[in-house]
C-alpha cells in the first residue's frame, strides 16, 4: 500500500469515526431533536455522491469512509424518525 491511500484510509478512518459519539448519544438519550433533519439529507446526499465517485476511480479509502459513514448517518436518521 502506497503513501497516498494509508493517508487516504488514516483520513477516512477520523471522518468516519467522528460520527460515532452523535449516534451513540442519540441512541442513549433516544432524542435526536438537536439534529437538523435538512443537515442530514444533504450532508447524506454528499456521502451517497462521494461513495459513487470513489467506485468510478476504484479508490478503496473513498468508498470505504463515505460507505461506512453514510451507513452510520443512517442509522442517525433512523434514530430520528424512530425518537421524534
Known amino acids: 500500500m502506497d503513501f497516498t491511500n ?3 484510509l488514516v483520513a477516512g478512518t477520523l471522518t468516519t469515526i467522528a460520527f ?3 449516534m451513540f448519544q442519540t441512541w442513549k438519550t433516544k432524542s435526536a431533536r ?3 433533519f435538512v443537515m442530514l439529507i ?3 446526499c454528499g456521502l451517497l455522491l462521494w461513495l459513487i465517485y470513489g467506485i468510478i476511480l476504484g ?5 470505504m469512509a463515505n460507505g461506512i459513514t453514510l451507513f452510520f ?3 442517525i436518521l433512523w ?3 424512530k425518537y421524534r
Open 42 to 44: 444533504t450532508f447524506m
Open 20 to 22: 460515532l459519539p452523535q
Open 34 to 36: 438537536d439534529v437538523s
Open 73 to 75: 448517518n443512517f442509522i
Open 59 to 63: 479508490a478503496l479509502p473513498i468508498i
Open 6 to 8: 494509508t493517508l487516504g
Open 79 to 81: 434514530l430520528k424518525i
